[in-house]
Nanobody, 114 residues
Framework: QERLVESGGGLVQAGGSLRLTCEAS????????MNWFRQAPGKGREFVAS??????????GDSVKGRFTISRDNAGDKSFVYLQMSSLRTEGTAVYYC?????WGPGTQVTVSS
């Protein structure tokens, strides 16, 4: 069973940058495509970005295109997926979740102040 843990969230001013990390462990994480989603207060979960198993194909949501990038490192029985966020906006305030197949992490809070 895969275990996903996000880190790197925090408070940042609008226009700033932040890098989130998702550590996936469980032995088969390198075989999965992985995704980032976010959920703002009072809103539904929104797709942010995805990356395939070997990291050569990525997809970024329209609302963050040109500002966010996704990348990954597969290291043995672990995978690390990164979300580099730049030019952050206040509407980026949300809990950011990492997912792979049916597995989800607990999320990490990102707060963008004006």
């Amino acid at each position: 069973q895969e275990r996903l843990v996000e880190s790197g969230g925090g408070l940042v001013q609008a226009g700033g940058s932040l890098r989130l990390t998702c550590e996936a462990s469980g032995g088969t994480s390198s075989a999965f495509g992985m995704n980032w989603f976010r959920q703002a207060p009072g809103k539904g979960r929104e797709f942010v970005a995805s990356i395939n198993a070997n990291g050569d194909t990525t997809l970024v949501g329209d609302s963050v295109k040109g500002r966010f990038t996704i990348s990954r490192d597969n290291a043995g029985d672990k995978s690390f997926v990164y979300l580099q966020m730049s030019s952050l906006r206040t509407e980026g305030t949300a809990v950011y979740y990492c997912s792979a197949s049916d597995f989800w992490g607990p999320g990490t809070q990102v707060t963008v102040s004006s």
